[in-house]
C-alpha cells in the first residue's frame, strides 16, 4: 500500500487523475488477499497489482471509465461468470473489487501519516449503498478521521474494527440500516496491522542477505548482537532497529507476539541457549537457530540441561531453514524466510508439485449482518 501511495501523490502533484482498485472480497482459490491495491492514472499507468494477471486488463479499463464519469463501482469476477472466463479467472474461486476515483480528501493526511509510521489502523468504505465511496478512518486509540455520514452507523463500523485491528484482519460486512424504509449497505474494513517482526540475533554475514530479504517482504527487522564491533547501521542499514545487549537479556525485556518470527544465527552455546531457552517460552510465530548437524545436536543436549521438555524444542526449526541446498549468504536467507512462511502458513515446504493441497489457502469471507436502529 505504501509504494501505491507514493505513485498516487506523486500523479496527483503531476495533474493526473487516479483511480484506486481494491480487492473487498474473495471466495474460493485467489491469487491475491482481501485488501490488496492496484492504482490507475489518467494516462493508463499502473502501481501494484490485483491477481498476478488475471484480471488486471478489465480493471485498468473500469479504472479509466470510473476516472472519466467519476462513479465508483463493485466488479464481482468469478469463472461462473462469462466476464470472469474473458478476463483469465480460471483460478476456481471469485473476487469481488471496488473501483474509485481518489482525490486528496480531508482524511488523506491522516491517512498518509499512519502508513508512513506504520501505525495500526482500518479503513472503512462503503461499497455498496449511499453514500458510495465514504470513509472513516479508525486509529488504534480513540481517533477517527471521516465520516460515513450517519452516526450509529459509524459507531458499529467503528466498534467492528477496533475487533478486526486485533486480529489482524479485513472484511467486508454488511448493515441493515432499520427505519422508515430498511435499506443495506456494504462496507469494507481495510485492517492495516503492524507489520510482522523479524528478530535476527546474530549480526553475522548472514543476518545482511536475511535483514534485506525481510524488508522486501514486508517485515520490521531488529538486529541483536551482543558485540558493538558487528552491531552496527554501517553493516545493516536496511534494519529498523539495531540493538547492542545480550541476546537473552533483550529478549527477555521485549514484547513478543504471534506476529513475531525469532532467528538465532550466533551459534555460539553461550548466547544461544539461554537464548532459546527465552525464546520458546513467548509466543512468537517461529523460532529456528542456525547451526550445523553436529552443532544442533550438541545445543539440543544442553537446552534438554537446561530444563526445555521434548514440545518445548520441537518449536525450535534447527537447522534453520528449508532443504534448497543454499550455499551462500543471499540463498541462505531465501531458505530461511521460505521457512517462516512455511510455518506461519501451516505447510510442510514441499514442492507444489508433489502435493495436491490448494495452491493458495482457501478463503471463504462471506459478509456479515449488523442491524442498527436508526432514529
Not at 480487492?23 to 497489482?49: F, W
Not at 495500526?120 to 479508525?138: D, Q, R
Request: glycine share 8%; hydrophobic share 40%.
Amino acid at each position: 500500500m505504501k509504494n501505491v501511495l507514493t505513485d498516487f501523490e506523486q500523479w496527483l502533484s503531476q495533474g493526473n487523475a487516479v483511480a484506486l482498485a481494491t480487492v473487498v472480497n474473495t471466495q474460493g482459490s485467489t491469487p491475491r488477499e482481501m485488501g490488496t491495491v492496484m492504482a490507475v492514472n489518467e494516462l493508463g499507468l499502473v502501481s501494484g497489482s490485483l491477481s498476478g494477471g488475471c484480471v488486471e486488463a478489465a480493471v485498468i479499463e473500469e479504472s479509466l471509465s470510473v476516472i472519466s464519469d467519476g462513479q465508483p463501482r463493485l466488479l464481482t469476477y468469478g469463472v461462473a461468470d462469462e466476464l470472469g472466463l474473458e478476463v483469465g479467472l480460471t483460478c476456481g474461486g471469485t473476487i469481488q473489487i471496488f473501483v474509485e476515483r481518489w482525490e486528496l480528501t480531508p482524511i488523506w493526511p491522516f491517512l498518509r501519516q499512519m502508513v508512513s509510521s506504520e501505525q495500526p489502523f482500518v479503513l472503512c468504505t462503503l461499497v455498496e449503498g449511499h453514500p458510495l465511496g465514504a470513509k472513516l478512518l479508525i486509529g488504534d486509540g480513540e481517533q477517527t478521521f471521516g465520516s460515513l455520514e450517519n452516526e450509529l452507523l459509524s459507531e458499529q463500523v467503528a466498534l467492528e474494527a477496533k475487533l478486526l485491528l486485533e486480529q489482524g484482519k479485513s472484511a467486508l460486512r454488511c448493515y441493515s440500516l432499520n427505519g422508515h424504509n430498511k435499506t443495506e449497505v456494504k462496507i469494507f474494513l481495510h485492517c492495516f496491522a503492524c507489520p510482522p517482526h523479524l528478530m535476527i540475533f546474530g549480526a553475522v554475514d548472514f543476518a545482511r542477505s536475511l535483514c534485506q530479504l525481510a524488508k522486501l517482504l514486508g517485515y520490521r527487522v531488529t538486529i541483536c548482537d551482543a558485540r558493538p564491533a558487528l552491531a552496527t547501521r554501517q553493516r545493516f542499514p536496511e534494519a529498523d532497529r539495531i540493538v547492542v545487549d545480550s541476546p537473552s537479556q533483550y529478549l527477555q525485556n521485549t514484547p513478543v507476539d504471534s506476529n513475531t518470527a525469532i532467528a538465532v544465527l550466533t551459534h555460539e552455546p553461550k548466547f544461544d541457549v539461554p537464548l532459546l531457552v527465552q525464546a520458546v517460552r513467548t509466543p512468537a510465530v517461529y523460532i529456528g537457530a542456525m547451526g550445523s548437524r553436529q552443532t544442533t545436536a550438541s545445543r539440543l543436549e544442553k537446552l534438554k540441561e537446561a530444563g526445555l521438555n521434548n514440545a518445548e524444542i520441537a518449536r525450535i526449526c534447527a537447522p534453520i531453514g528449508l532443504d534448497i541446498g543454499a550455499v551462500t549468504p543471499a540463498e541462505t536467507a531465501v531458505s530461511i524466510m521460505a521457512e517462516v512462511i512455511a510455518t506461519k502458513s501451516g505447510r510442510a515446504g514441499g514442492r507444489l508439485s508433489s502435493t495436491q493441497q490448494p495452491i493458495h489457502p482457501k478463503r471463504v469471507e462471506q459478509p456479515e449482518e449488523a442491524v442498527l436502529v436508526c432514529q
